[in-house]
T-cell receptor, first 111, second 113 residues
């Protein structure tokens, strides 16, 4: 059972468009991480957010942690084909590295 | 630093056979984690080690699963009497202590036929 709900499950957009992926839970997390996973590979960490209300930017990616530390969002501006991948959010509940992952959002950016 | 290394990358086995996966973490990473990921799902936590001590095991880790990290370096995950439901990608990850980046390996795919 995934305690983190990600939406949408699948997103297909054209190059240059913006997109937002959501990660919601009824549980409070001490930190939340976003990963991107390519086919046949392990997840790669994009960002960790720790403080409620925190906003972090990584080039064209903007990550936000909800005030109550239960939800998060990932916004990509002017998406590029290289942004294609499975985006996973993961919450740390009680121990570093013991992560609860969402089911992921598959993003496809077409040229 | 070559990253987290997992072996084998792919394994096909018959139901009832035993399989063992090996994980070599990034050197000097004292924490090592095992996860399992099935198609269409995110990874699920199985267990983790700090040095050679196994500190926590998920309820997902049935009696047929055993993980070891005898010298605090590489780790093995053994599945005995495999079942079709064990088919998944088994991911290993490591970190240096807490609060630092967790690096995942490329995973070991298991198919039980």
């Amino acid at each position: 059972t995934q305690l983190l709900e990600q939406s949408p499950q699948f997103l297909s957009i054209q190059e240059g468009e913006n997109l937002t992926v959501y990660c919601n839970s009824s549980s409070v997390f001490s930190s939340l991480q976003w990963y991107r996973q390519e086919p046949g590979e392990g997840p790669v960490l994009l960002v960790t957010v720790v403080t409620g209300g925190e906003v972090k930017k990584l080039k064209r990616l903007t990550f936000q942690f909800g005030d109550a530390r239960k939800d998060s969002s990932l916004h990509i501006t002017a998406a590029q084909p290289g942004d294609t991948g499975l985006y996973l959010c993961a919450g740390e509940a009680d121990s570093w590295g013991k992560l609860q992952f969402g089911a992921g959002t598959q993003v496809v950016v077409t040229p | 630093d070559t990253g987290v290394s997992q072996d084998p990358r792919h394994k096909i086995t018959k139901r009832g056979q035993n399989v063992t996966f090996r994980c070599d973490p990034i050197s000097e990473h004292n924490r090592l984690y095992w996860y399992r990921q099935t198609l269409g799902q995110g990874p699920e936590f199985l267990t983790y080690f700090q040095n050679e001590a196994q500190l926590e095991k998920s309820r997902l880790l049935s009696d047929r699963f055993s993980a070891e990290r005898p010298k605090g370096s590489f780790s093995t995950l053994e599945i005995q009497r495999t079942e079709q439901g064990d088919s998944a990608m088994y991911l290993c990850a490591s970190s240096y202590g807490t609060g630092n980046t967790i690096y995942f390996g490329e995973g070991s795919w298991l198919t039980v036929v």
